[in-house]
């Protein structure tokens, strides 16, 4: 006889939120073993589409996450406009978000297991999420995801959810604002002075942001997403820069290095830079020196 553990807890959580607790209950008995019970709720819960039932199987298999609803009835609002969200599964149509989700975790794994054995520290950087609680909103629109409390929030209708390289780095991003948040809030601490002083010094004005931006993602008519006044937040510059530095990495190993490294654009990235490197990626950085130049494209 097994007792509910943590873990069943969990799987409840995440795969029945949306219904009466007893509907799970009668199809999964708590008092089976974690695995099977978590296992069972998948079964049950993407019965009804045989193929988008595999793919949540293997996305639990594979990595221990699991793939349930998000009950939050809104995410507050996006440059002032409410947005109404209701649970969702990735069935149907839908089902392809899960096959770009596993794809996206064995890319994380392939590039940190580079990543780990040069380091010269441990790197404290977690690449999965508890759970996925997945949602939409309808119509495309924001949030395309969120990160807290170990879950990842999805929206099926989410405007970066469109092909699994923006799944990825959406993901990704998301994957931060966990590490952040177990690490007690880190970006606030490591990088709020040097953030609010790009604030400060760029004002409105967008190209400034534009130096001091470490991804492209920015708010429809408006500037760089971590920058912009709807959504200006220390949190997302820091999940943005430890997304350029997963896409700094990616490139190095595959011979195609970013030019020119983020690190080199200016002393403010420089410091946030070393500081991501110092507290979550073991003190690695295979970017070169910003006084080397890029060296010569390969085979030329
Ligand atoms: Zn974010």
Same mark, same amino acid.
């Given at each position: 006889?097994?007792?509910?553990?943590?873990?069943?807890?969990?799987? +409840?959580?995440? *795969?029945?939120?949306?219904?009466?607790?007893?509907?799970?209950?009668?199809?999964?008995?708590?008092?089976?073993?974690?695995?099977?019970?978590?296992?069972? @709720?998948?079964?049950?819960?993407?019965?009804?589409?045989?193929?988008?039932?595999?793919?949540?199987?293997?996305?639990?298999?594979?990595?221990? #996450? *699991?793939?349930?609803?998000?009950?939050?009835?809104?995410?507050?609002?996006?440059?002032?406009?409410? %947005?109404?969200?209701?649970?969702? @599964?990735?069935? !149907?149509?839908?089902?392809?978000?899960? $096959?770009?989700? %596993?794809?996206?975790?064995?890319?994380?794994?392939?590039?940190?297991?580079?990543?780990?054995?040069?380091?010269?520290?441990? +790197?404290?950087?977690?690449?999965?999420?508890?759970?996925?609680?997945?949602?939409?909103? !309808?119509?495309?629109?924001?949030?395309?995801?969120?990160?807290?409390?170990? #879950?990842?929030?999805?929206? @099926?209708?989410?405007?970066?959810?469109?092909?699994?390289?923006?799944?990825?780095?959406? +993901?990704?991003?998301?994957?931060?604002? /966990?590490?952040?948040?177990?690490? !007690?809030?880190?970006?606030?601490? $490591? @990088?709020?002075?040097? =953030?609010?002083?790009?604030?400060?010094?760029?004002?409105?004005?967008?190209?400034?942001?534009?130096?001091?931006?470490?991804?492209?993602?920015?708010?429809?008519?408006?500037?760089?997403?971590?920058?912009?006044? $709807?959504?200006?937040? #220390?949190?997302?510059?820091?999940?943005?820069?430890?997304?350029?530095?997963?896409?700094?990495?990616?490139? +190095? *190993?595959? !011979?195609?290095? /970013?030019?020119?490294? =983020?690190?080199?654009?200016?002393?403010?990235?420089? #410091?946030?830079?070393?500081?991501?490197?110092?507290?979550?990626?073991?003190?690695?950085? *295979?970017?070169?020196?910003?006084?080397?130049?890029?060296?010569?494209?390969?085979?030329?």
């Amino acid at each position: 006889m097994h007792r509910p553990s943590r873990d069943h807890g969990r799987a +409840i959580r995440a *795969l029945c939120a949306d219904l009466t607790p007893d509907a799970c209950t009668t199809a999964c008995p708590p008092t089976l073993p974690a695995r099977e019970h978590a296992q069972c @709720l998948i079964d049950f819960r993407f019965a009804d589409d045989s193929e988008a039932l595999d793919l949540a199987r293997a996305l639990y298999a594979r990595t221990g #996450v *699991l793939p349930g609803v998000d009950t939050t009835t809104s995410h507050g609002t996006y440059g002032g406009t409410p %947005i109404a969200t209701q649970p969702a @599964l990735p069935v !149907g149509d839908d089902r392809q978000h899960l $096959a770009w989700l %596993i794809a996206s975790f064995e890319r994380y794994e392939q590039v940190f297991a580079i990543l780990v054995a040069r380091a010269p520290r441990p +790197i404290d950087f977690r690449l999965r999420p508890d759970a996925f609680g997945f949602f939409r909103t !309808g119509t495309q629109a924001y949030p395309s995801a969120w990160g807290q409390g170990g #879950v990842v929030g999805y929206n @099926l209708d989410g405007p970066l959810h469109t092909n699994e390289r923006d799944v990825l780095e959406t +993901i990704f991003h998301e994957l931060f604002h /966990l590490n952040d948040e177990r690490r !007690g809030g880190w970006s606030a601490s $490591a @990088l709020g002075e040097l =953030f609010e002083g790009i604030v400060r010094r760029c004002g409105r004005d967008d190209g400034c942001f534009g130096d001091f931006a470490p991804h492209d993602t920015r708010v429809p008519n408006g500037t760089y997403y971590p920058f912009d006044e $709807a959504t200006r937040d #220390v949190r997302e510059y820091a999940a943005e820069l430890a997304l350029r530095y997963f896409r700094e990495h990616e490139a +190095i *190993l595959d !011979g195609t290095p /970013l030019e020119p490294p =983020f690190k080199c654009g200016s002393e403010e990235n420089r #410091v946030a830079w070393e500081r991501l490197v110092e507290d979550f990626f073991g003190g690695l950085d *295979l970017s070169r020196d910003c006084a080397a130049g890029p060296s010569a494209p390969r085979g030329s």
